[in-house]
Nanobody, 117 residues
């Protein structure tokens, strides 16, 4: 069973930085695509960034390009999201996602990120 545990959220001022971590366990993730999603109050969950576990190819939402960087450490089975130049509109619960196929998704419990104006 896949387990995903996020950490690193918190309160930061506009322009600040945070690094989220997602510790993954329970499977070999070589064929997985891993990613980050977020959900703000009253809004639907939205895609933020993704990375292929094996090759490290990345993709970002337009709203975070140039500010966020997704990465993974295979030896630690951990994925990261470095968030710089944070804005109040980045405030949301951030979720780690693991996807072995188009039809299967695993989710972490989420970590709150709050950016004050």
């Amino acid at each position: 069973q896949v387990q995903l545990v996020e950490s690193g959220g918190g309160l930061v001022q506009t322009g600040g930085s945070l690094r989220l971590s997602c510790a993954a366990s329970g499977r070999t993730f070589s064929s997985y695509t891993m990613g980050w999603f977020r959900q703000a109050p009253g809004k639907e969950r939205e895609f933020v960034a993704r990375i292929t576990w094996s090759g490290g190819s990345t993709d970002y939402a337009d709203s975070v390009k140039g500010r966020f960087t997704i990465s993974r450490d295979k030896a630690k089975n951990t994925m990261y999201l470095q968030m710089n130049s944070l804005k109040p509109e980045d405030t949301a619960v951030y979720y780690c996602n693991a996807r072995p196929s188009a039809f299967i998704n695993y989710w972490g419990q989420g970590t709150q990120v709050t950016v004050s104006a």
